[in-house]
Nanobody, 114 residues
Framework: VQLVESGGGLVQAGGSLRLSCAAS????????MGWYRQAPGKQRELVAT???????NYADSVAGRFTISRDNAENTVYLQMNSLKPEDTALYYC?????????WGQGTQVTVSS
């Protein structure tokens, strides 16, 4: 499974961004897809996940501001980020779970200025 992220960038606090992650390869076997992020000097943390059936899960810090969605026909997962805060600044990684193996994209940078 290969994952390619896009949509990161620089935005002012209160603004919005939409991240996309396109999957290719053995995509028929993907169950959960999600987004994680890692800020400088911090550990990688969960942002949001969505199962193949559409069940979603969010970190408390983004719930109500971020929305994860998935287009199974296009093999793409999205992260709509609204009301962005400076503390959302991080490298955002797409993730896909296939059986017991996790695959990662290379990441896309999100920077929120105050």
């Amino acid at each position: 499974v290969q994952l390619v992220e896009s949509g990161g960038g620089l935005v002012q606090a209160g603004g919005s961004l939409r991240l996309s992650c396109a999957a290719s390869g053995s995509i028929f076997s993907i169950n959960t897809m999600g987004w994680y992020r890692q800020a400088p000097g911090k550990q990688r943390e969960l942002v949001a996940t969505v199962t193949s059936g559409g069940t979603t899960n969010y970190a408390d810090s983004v719930a109500g501001r971020f929305t994860i969605s998935r287009d199974n026909a296009e093999n793409t997962v999205y992260l709509q980020m609204n009301s962005l805060k400076p503390e959302d600044t991080a490298l955002y990684y797409c993730n896909a779970k296939v059986l017991v193996t996790y695959y990662w994209g290379q990441g896309t940078q999100v920077t929120v200025s105050s």
